[in-house]
C-alpha cells in the first residue's frame, strides 16, 4: 500500500466520514484561528526557562482541530518533510482521542512534541493548507495541534513504547545524539536492531540541548522522548567522540555493522573583521551553550558568562533570535538585532520576530558591522556599522544588500553575538578516509538512500544539508533507516 | 564517570592524578588533551594527557589548582570518579628527528611538556630541557624529565635551585652554546611570549602549546580562538601547538582574562 493509499484508507473509516458530515464546511471555514496563549512578555522577559507558548487548552484544540476540513486531497501532507498524516492526527483531536492522535504523529515523527514546538510550520505544512492556498484565510493550526497531542500524550503518562518483536542483535552504531540521529536510533531499535548512540557532549540532544532554549523548547520534554528510546534499548554513550575516543575501525572491531552519521554543523562562523577576537565578542553557540548547556546564569554552576547591558547580535536567523531574546533575559537593558538585509528577507521564523519584539528587542535592520573597538583590559566598547540598501535579488532570491557609501555609525555596545551562520564539523571526514565530501564540508550522499561513499556509513541532517531544520534532519534519520535496514536483509 | 586510581602531591598546589580512561589511553598521543568536568554544575576544563599507560587503561594528569575548577578536580581522592571527561582532543605534537630540541617549560607547563619531551627523544632527537619555575618547590616532575632529557637545566626566579634567572635565560644560554633545531615551550603565556621573542631574534623555530579559555574543545564555540598569523584560528580543533613566532601572545593574554 502507498501512503497515500493508506491516508485515503484512514480518511474513509466510518467516523471520520460521520465527523466530516457533522459540521458543515462553511461553518468550519468561518471559524477564526486560535491563537496560542502566551506568557505576558514583562514576566517573560526576565524569566529564562518559562515556556513563551503555554499550549492550547483542550477546548481551543478541539475547536480548532474542526477547522480542519479532513480534505480529500490533503495538501498540507506534501509540506511536511516527514509527510506526517495530517488529516487523521487531527480528527482525532476533534473526536477526542489524543493518544491516538499523537500514536499517528508517531508514525513518521520521531519528535512530536519537538517539532510541534519548533518547526517552521508556516513555511511547511501550513503554508500548503487549503485555507492559505484557495481560501485566503489563516491555515489550520497544523504546528499548534500537533503540540498538544504530543504533551497530552506525555502529561497522561500513557506513552505509548512499541514492544519489539524479534531483535536480531545486529549492531548499529549512531555519531550523533542531535534530531537525526535520534530518529535514526528510534526507527532501527523498532526494527530490532542493537543500537548505540556515541556522543561527543555531556548532553544528549544535541541543538535540541545545546542551541534552543528552554523558554522555545524544555528541556523535558526532550529528556522525554530520550527516555523512551532508553526504554526501547537504545544506548547511549556520552563523551565519547567518534574519530578521537574511538575510530572508524574500533567500531568494525566491535562489531558495528553500520554506521549513521549525525555530527550536524557545529561549527560556528565569524566574520573576519577587525576587532572580532576582543573580549565580550562571542559566538551565538559559545553563548547559548554557556546558558543552556552549562547552565552558567545559574549562581550555582561553575561556568561564567558575561551578562551584557548593551548587546548586539549580528544576524537574522533562529539562533540570533534566540541569543537576543537570551541576552534580554539574562539583564540587557538594550538587545539590538543587527542584520544586513531587511526584516523581509530574515530567515528567522516569524513567530520569534513577533515574541521577540515584544519582549523589548530592538531590529537594527540593513546594517551591518566592520569593526569593533575596545577598551584598555582589550573589552569592546562599540561597534562601526555600514548602512545598506537593497539591490538586485542574487542567487537566493533574495535582495542584495549593498553599502550606502559614506554611510556608517558607531553603536556603543558592552557584548556581541556573533550568529552568521555554522559549518559542518569536519571530524566525521577527516576521521573516515573515503568519504567524499562537499567544498562546504558537507557529506555527499545518495539521496534516496542516505548512503555515503563508504559501504556501512549513512549520513543525515545538517552534515548533509549545512544547517537545516530539525525536521528535515529527522527526515534524513528515517529515510537513512529505511534504507540501511534494506541494505542489511538484503545481505541476510 | 571516571575513577581516580592513584593521587600525589608535587606541590602544594600542584596535583597528579591517574584515572581509569581506557579508551582515551589507547588512541591518545604526545600533546593531546582531555576536557573534564566535575560535578553536575562543573564547568569543563582542558588538561593535557601528561602520560597514559594503555595496559593499565588510565591516563596521568597533572593539575595546578588556580581557581574553582582545579580545585574541585584537586579534591577528589582516590576512590572518586570525574563526572566527565572526554578526549584526546586537539592535534598530536608533531614529532620527528629534528636534531637538537629545547623544550622550555614553566611551572605546570611542565605537565604537558612531558610527554612531547618523551617522544622527541624517542625520535632520535638530543633534548635539552629548561625547567623554571619561581622558587624550589614549585619545579616539578624533575625526575621524569631527566629520564628522557640528554640534559635538564633548572632555573628559578629567586635562585633557590638551580641557576637565578628566568626560563628565557637557560635558553639563550643554550642557544649560544650549539646549534638548536627546535624550540618548544609550554608555560604561562606571558613566559611564552618572551621565550618565542628570544628565539625569533636567534631565528630558531618555536612551538608553543596555547591554554586559552575553552568551553566544548570541540570546535564548536569559538571561545579558544586567537590570531595566528593575521588568522582567526582555534586551538582546540587547529592547536593546541601552533609556530609561536606567528601567534599573538598580546591578544591571547587579554582573552585569558575574559571572566576576571
Ligand atoms: C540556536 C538554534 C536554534 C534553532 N532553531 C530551530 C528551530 O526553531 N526550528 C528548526 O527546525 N531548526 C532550528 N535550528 C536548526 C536545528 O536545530 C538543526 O538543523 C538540527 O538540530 C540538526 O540536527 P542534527 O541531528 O543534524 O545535528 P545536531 O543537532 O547538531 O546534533 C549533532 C550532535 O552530534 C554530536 N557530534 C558531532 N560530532 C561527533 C562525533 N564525532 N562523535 C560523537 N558525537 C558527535 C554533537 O555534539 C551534537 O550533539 C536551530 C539551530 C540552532 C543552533
Ligand atoms: C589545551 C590546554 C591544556 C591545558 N593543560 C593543563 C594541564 O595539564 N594542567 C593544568 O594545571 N592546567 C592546564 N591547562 C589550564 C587549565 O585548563 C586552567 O588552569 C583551568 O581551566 C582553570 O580553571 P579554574 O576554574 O580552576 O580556574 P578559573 O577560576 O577559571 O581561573 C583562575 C585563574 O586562572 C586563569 N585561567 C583560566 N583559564 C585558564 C587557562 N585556560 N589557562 C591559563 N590560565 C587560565 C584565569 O584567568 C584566572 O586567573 C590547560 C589549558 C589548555 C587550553
Ligand atoms: S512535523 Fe513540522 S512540518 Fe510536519 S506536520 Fe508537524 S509541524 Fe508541520
Ligand atoms: S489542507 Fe488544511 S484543511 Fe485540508 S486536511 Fe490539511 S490541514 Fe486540514
Ligand atoms: S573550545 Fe569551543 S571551539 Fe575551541
Redesign the interface.
Known sequence: MTRQEYMQQKRSEAWRDELRKSVKAKERGERPRVHMPELDPEIRSHELKMEVNQGLTEEQAVFEAGRCLDCANPTCVTGCPVEINIPTFIKNIERGNYLEAARTLKETSALPAVCGRVCPQEKQCESKCIYIQKMGKEPVAIGYLERFAADYERLSGQISVPEIPNRNGIKIAVVGSGPAGLSFAGDMVKRGYDITVFEALHEIGGVLKYGIPEFRLPNDIVDVEIDVLRKLGVKFEKNCIVGKTISYEDLHTAGFKGIFVGSGAGLPNFMGIPGENLIGIMSSNEYLTRVNLMDASNPESDTPVQLGKKVAVVGGGNTAMDAVRTARRLGAERAVIVYRRSEEEMPARVEEVKHAKEEGVDFLTLHNPLRYEGDEQGHVSRMLLQKMELGEPDASGRRKPVPIEGATEWMDVDEVIVSVGVSPNPLIPSAFSGLEVTKWGTIVINESTMKTDLPDVYAGGDIVRGGATVILAMGDGRRAAASMDEALRGKE | MNKIVEKEHFSANVIKLVVEAP??AR?RKAGHFVIV?V?E????VPLTIAEADVEKGTITLVIQTVG??TN?LCALEVGDSI???????GRATHIENFGTVVCAGGGVGVAPMLPIIEAMKKAGNRVVSVLAARSKDLIILEEQVRKHSDEVIIMTDDGSYGQKGLVTDGVEAVINREKVDLCVTIGPAIMMKFVSLLTKKYNVPTMASLNTIM??G??????C???VDGK?RFVC?DGPEFDAHKVDFD?ML??Q???K
Open positions: 579508551l582515551i588512541s568536568k560535578g554544575k562543573g564547568e569543563r574553582v575548577s574541585k563526572t566527565d571527561l572526554v578526549g584526546p582532543l568551553v566544548d570541540t570546535g564548536m564555540c569559538g571561545a580562538r586567537i590570531t582567526v580543533v591578544e587579554l582573552r582574562r575574559a571572566y
